[in-house]
């Protein structure tokens, strides 16, 4: 619709969709330019103390797409574009929604394939404010099994990895 701001589908490139809530219940909306046939990772990433934002996605005939309240989903666009994220406040904070569409790795790190032993492919640092990291792992560069290894100061099993495809299909 015409009162849904402009919003990016390259995230990882281009930084998290950004805003405030006022109150419950309140509802933002933001117009994408992913085409048809694509998905879109949603990845939730409130700032410290602040809010984690219902998202729903529909398409340009109102059709539900995808609904979803977790810090992470695959939304398939099997509808007819232009496509709209509607944003539901849980209560009144600041929110920042990462949205990147499957198949494009703007923004994400190189995965390079590495020899078993000490060294490795890629390294990553997460924070409170960052909790996620995109790796791309090239066509010629993947094998059939990957090691992941990954140090918390904290000394807490707190992260996990998960691999998708060009088509956001977890592999």
Same mark, same amino acid.
């Given at each position: 619709?015409?009162?849904?701001?402009?919003?990016?589908?390259?995230?990882? *490139?281009?930084?998290? *969709? =950004?805003?405030?809530?006022?109150?419950?219940? &309140?509802?933002? !909306?933001?117009?994408?330019?992913?085409?048809?046939?694509?998905?879109?990772?949603?990845?939730?990433?409130?700032? $410290?103390?602040? @809010? /984690?934002? &219902?998202? =729903? @996605?529909?398409?340009?005939?109102? @059709?539900?797409? %995808?609904?979803?309240?977790?810090?992470?989903? +695959? !939304?398939?666009?099997?509808? #007819? *574009?232009?496509?709209?994220?509607?944003?539901?406040?849980?209560?009144?904070?600041?929110?920042?929604?990462?949205?990147?569409?499957?198949?494009?790795?703007?923004? %994400?790190?190189?995965?390079?394939? /590495?020899?078993?032993?000490? /060294?490795?492919? @890629?390294?990553?640092?997460?924070?409170?404010?960052?909790?996620? $990291? %995109?790796?791309?792992?090239?066509?010629?560069?993947? /094998? #059939?099994? &990957?090691? +992941?290894?990954?140090?918390?100061?904290?000394?807490?099993?707190?992260?996990? +990895?998960?691999?998708?495809?060009?088509?956001?299909?977890? +592999?």
């Amino acid at each position: 619709g015409t009162d849904c701001a402009a919003a990016r589908d390259d995230d990882f *490139a281009s930084g998290p *969709a =950004t805003g405030t809530f006022s109150a419950a219940g &309140e509802q933002q !909306c933001l117009a994408l330019p992913t085409a048809t046939g694509n998905g879109l990772y949603l990845l939730d990433q409130p700032p $410290a103390g602040d @809010v /984690s934002p &219902e998202v =729903t @996605v529909f398409d340009a005939q109102g @059709v539900q797409q %995808c609904d979803t309240t977790y810090a992470f989903s +695959v !939304c398939k666009l099997t509808g #007819t *574009a232009p496509f709209q994220v509607v944003l539901t406040a849980p209560d009144a904070g600041a929110y920042q929604l990462i949205i990147q569409r499957t198949g494009d790795t703007s923004g %994400c790190t190189a995965w390079p394939q /590495s020899a078993f032993g000490g /060294s490795w492919g @890629v390294q990553v640092s997460l924070t409170a404010d960052q909790r996620t $990291a %995109c790796l791309a792992i090239g066509a010629d560069q993947h /094998s #059939t099994a &990957e090691m +992941v290894d990954f140090t918390n100061t904290a000394n807490q099993l707190n992260a996990s +990895v998960q691999v998708y495809d060009s088509a956001g299909d977890q +592999v």
